[in-house]
C-alpha cells in the first residue's frame, strides 16, 4: 500500500482561516483593502493572449526588483509568493532532525515548511509584552540549528526587533541560515538588506502581497549571497511566478507615491484605532505592520462571532491569549469598525468583558 | 560557514532555454500560438483591484476543475503549473536513497525536483522508436521503487503509451505512487482520469498551459486517491495559486469551442508538417501532443542557428540523437517554418544534410 512520508503524513492540514466571500470588511488577513496601484491595474488589463500563452521569463522581472532594492539580480530570486521563498529556504538548509529556531507567536508557515523536511522546529518564546527574546534565541543555538527565523516586525504582535539584536544572532551562528522576514518593512522603514553582500549567512524576504496590494498576484522576493542563492536558483522551478507578477513589476515599483500614500494612511489609522480600543480598555500592543494586536479577554470568540455576523471578520490568535489581529484597512472601515465593536459590547449578554 | 544540503549543492542549473524576447516565432515551449479564449481574455481584464489584493481561494476552483473532469474535490488539487503537482509528489513520497522510475527521453523537471529529494532517478530507456519500454520498466521496479512516473504523450517524443502497459505497472508496484502526466490530453484524448478513486497509487496531472493557451497563468492540476491527496493537500502552501488562475477558471472550463477547434487545428496542422518533414528526408514521429519531434542529424546545429536568425526557435533535444522538437502552431506558421526551412537548407554549406 502506498504511504507518503512519515513527516508529512504527520503534518497537520494548514486552514487558512479565510473569511466567507460574503465578508464585506475583510480584517483578517493582513491584505490592503485600498488595493493596488491603478497604473498596476491598467497594465493588467491590457494584457494579451500571447503574454499569457507564453511561460514567464522571471529574469526580466528580477532585473527590476534587483534594481530597485539596489541589489545584484544574482542575490535575488521571485518566488510564488513569500511563502515559496521560506519553501525553499527550509528545504535547501534542513536535513532531518536539523533544527530551525521559530520565535512563537509568529507566522504559522516557517513551522508548516520546516515539518516537511522532518526538522526540529525549536520554538523559543517572546519575553514580556511580546518583546523579542534575544538571550534566549541565542540560547536556543546548537550545532545542529541550520535556520534561525526573525519576522521583522513580528506577525501577529506587530512589535520590531533592534538591528544590533539580528546582528549578534546572524554572527552567532554563522553556520546557520538567518531568514529575516521583512513582509511588513514598508510599515516599518528598517531593513537589512543593505547587509545583503556582506553577511553571507543572511537572507531577506520581501513580499508584493501587504504594501503593494497585490496578494493575488502572489509574488515574493529572496535576497541574499550570490553563492546561497544560486542554489535557491536551481531548486525553483523556472515557472514558479505568473505572467502577469512579471508583467506588472515595473508599474508596481515605478508608483511610488501610491505606495507612500496608503504606508502613511495605514499608519495613521492604525494609531487612530489603537487609542480608540485602548479607550474602550482593550490592551494593544505597539504595532509596526499593516495590523494591530488586541486583547478582547474572555469574550474574543463572542465579539468575533458578533463582528462576523455584521460583515466584518477579524483574525483569531489563540497562539496569543485572549487576542484577535486587525488589518488596518482604510481609515472610514476603522470607523465603521469601531462603531460596530461597540454595539457588539453593548449587546454581550455580560456587558462586562474582561480586559 | 552555510552550507546547502549535499544533494541540492550537487544539482545543475536547469536552464530552460527560452528564446529571447524577439523572437518572432516561438516554436519551443510546446505553447499554444493561438492563446487562450476570448472568454478568458476578458475575464481577466476584468479583474477589479479588490481581486488583486486577497489571497485566493484556491477551494473555488477546485470544485469548477472537479466537476468538469467528473471527481470529487477531494480528489484534486490545483497546482502553481503541473511542475509543482510533480514537486509536491515527489516530496510526499521519495526519501533520501529512494528509487523513481523515469523513461527517458522525457520532461526534465521529473528529475529534476527528484534529485532535490536525494532519490536515485532510475532511467529507463525507450524501446524502438521511442515505444514505451514495457519490460524494462517492470524490471527496473524494486523495494525502494516509490515513484514511476509515465508521461502520457510523451515529451518530446509524442509516442503514447498503452492503457494495458499503465495498468500493469500500477499493479506491479502497489507502494509506488504511478504519475501518469497527460500535459497533453487534450491532444490525445485518452485519459486514466476514470481510474482514480478505484487505483489508489494512479495520479493523472493536467496542466492549463498546452490546450488551452494559459502557460503565463501557472496553473496545474493533480488528481488522485483522496487519502493520497489529502497528503498533498497538507503540503501544498495554501495560496499556491493566484487569483487569475482561478478567476478565470469558469471561463476557460466553459469555451469548449475554442479549445476543441484548436487542438482540431493543431492536430491537422501536425500531420500536414509530418508529411512535410518527410518529403525532404527527415525522419518525424507519430505524435499525440501540440508538437512534433523531427530528426535534422549533423546538420541540426546548423539549421537550429539559421532558422533562430529569421527570427524562428525550434528546441534542440540533445537526448534524442539529432533531433529537434518543433511545436505544432498555426498552419500559416507552419507554412512559414516550411518555407523558410527550405531556404536555410538550400544555403547549407554542404547543402547535402546527413537525415
Redesign the interface.
Known sequence: ?????QC??E??????P?SS?TTEL?LD?N??????S?R??AK??????????????RE?GEKLVADFLDVAPQQLLLT??A??AI?LLC?????PQDEIVIVVPTFA?YDVFSQ?EHAKAVRVPTGPDFSFPLERVLKALTAKTRIVVICNPNNPTGIDVPRSAIMQIIQAA????ILLDEAYFDFYGQTMIDQIGKL??LFVARTF?KAY??????LGVMVG?VE?M??L???A?????????IECLAEALADRQFVADYVAQVIASREWLRKELEKLGFKCWPSHGNFILCRFGDEKKNILDALRARGISLRDRPDCEGCVRITIGKQQEMERLMAELKQVLSQLPANQATR
Chains 1, 2 share one sequence.
Open positions: 500500500m502506498l504511504k507518503a512520508r508529512v503524513r503534518m497537520r492540514e494548514y486552514h487558512s479565510l466571500p475583510r488577513m491584505e490592503s483593502t485600498t488595493g493596488c491603478p498596476v491595474l493588467l488589463n491590457s494584457m494579451n493572449e500571447r503574454t499569457l500563452a507564453q511561460y514567464p521569463r526580466a510564488n509568493g511563502d515559496e519553501d528545504r535547501a538548509y534542513l536535513e508557515m516537511m554563522p553556520d546557520a541560515a553571507p549567512n502581497s496590494g497585490l496578494a493575488g498576484l502572489r549571497d546561497q544560486s542554489v536558483r536551481r531548486m522551478s523556472p515557472f514558479n511566478v505568473n505572467a502577469f507578477a
